[in-house]
């Protein structure tokens, strides 16, 4: 195994926005090139809540063509569907028996997700940081890349791996860290509303970006995108308080590579008639060359499943020899 070794995955919900793109996906595209990486389709979660079977075999294979319009290189990259790798699955239920109900009790995202029908939720949303964790560990991972929302998800995962190594007195899981390569991750909030993460599950679609439109509906958004009437500042501790201009600032110093100083710099004194040309036109050019390359995948989806299924292949190899260790240590036959 390389000194490295870095796990991630994302649900395929259909076709990425913005918020996927600044938050998760360039930051992987970076870290192709800093360590060996695998990324997965998260397919099996995805059935926590209910799903309608066609959409998601179909948004499985837009979400892959997405992935590598964007700069996920198979060629640097192992990229599956987690539903094609059984050893994470069988590794899940193992760990289901080595975690604990309280910690489980503990995972906030069960209790934002399930909301007041928390007994009417699937048993699904509520093991599900379990599987995680076996998507992780059944790869001996190294690193995870983690939002704050997913911090306590990591831990949960250091959590179970060191009980079950204590418990089988093995060395076979390892302590996953969070990573921190791959720069800076922007955390992109609604354009209709900056206080709430863009979201797919907006009913809105003006309070996001979508890889998908048009160069029009990008200016149109942007155009529309909900703002104040100050001007912009030049100390960024002056955006506090303006969450719209905050939000705006930030994706064009994560599309431009400027910190937000620089950024105001540029444009301190103007106001968003001045601001708002100039970030659409950087989406524009970030946004345009992708969906290009996406439209190319999506005429060959024969060549989208052949690369999941190489994936695939990959995955399960470098997965079984750690799920057939976890039979030997819980003393079952494999």
């Known amino acids: 195994m390389s000194a490295m070794r870095v796990v991630s995955g994302i649900q395929p919900t259909g076709g990425l926005h913005l918020g996927n793109l600044l938050g ?130 990591i831990e949960l995962a250091r959590d179970i791996a060191l009980k079950f190594n204590n418990d089988f007195d093995v060395e076979l899981f390892v302590a996953p860290e969070p990573y921190i390569g791959g720069g800076s991750a922007a955390r992109v909030m609604s354009l209709r509303d900056g206080m709430a993460k863009m979201s797919k599950s907006d009913p809105s679609e003006m309070s996001r970006i979508d890889l998908t439109d048009s160069n029009d509906e990008i200016a149109q958004k942007i155009r529309k995108a909900r703002t104040d009437p100050e001007p912009l500042p030049a100390d960024p501790a002056l955006l506090d308080g303006r969450a719209e201009a905050k939000n705006l600032v930030g994706i064009y110093a994560a599309i431009s590579g400027e910190t937000v100083e620089q950024v105001l710099g540029r444009f301190a004194g103007q106001g968003f008639g001045a601001f708002k040309p100039a970030l659409a036109e950087a989406l524009v050019a970030l946004l345009e060359p992708l969906r290009g390359r996406l439209e190319q995948l999506r005429r060959d989806p024969g060549e989208i499943d052949r690369i999941l299924a190489e994936g695939a292949a990959r995955a399960q190899a470098l997965a079984a020899p750690t799920l057939a260790a976890a039979y030997r240590a819980v003393g079952l036959a494999r």
């Open 24 to 153: 998760a996906i360039l930051r992987w595209v970076r870290m192709q090139d800093e360590a060996e990486c695998l990324f997965f389709l998260a397919d099996l979660h995805a059935l926590t809540v209910e799903v309608d079977p066609a959409q998601l075999r179909d948004n499985s294979r837009e979400m892959a063509a997405a992935l590598i319009a964007s700069g996920i290189d198979p060629a640097k990259s192992i990229l599956y569907a987690q539903s094609a790798v059984p050893a994470q699955v069988e590794l899940g239920w193992i760990l289901q028996c080595t975690a604990r109900m309280g910690w489980l009790e503990r995972m906030t995202q069960f209790k934002e997700k399930s909301g007041k029908n928390k007994e009417r939720s699937s048993v699904g949303l509520f093991t599900y940081p379990v599987l995680q964790a076996a998507d992780v560990l059944v790869y001996r991972a190294t690193h995870v890349p983690v939002g704050e929302d997913q911090k306590q998800h």
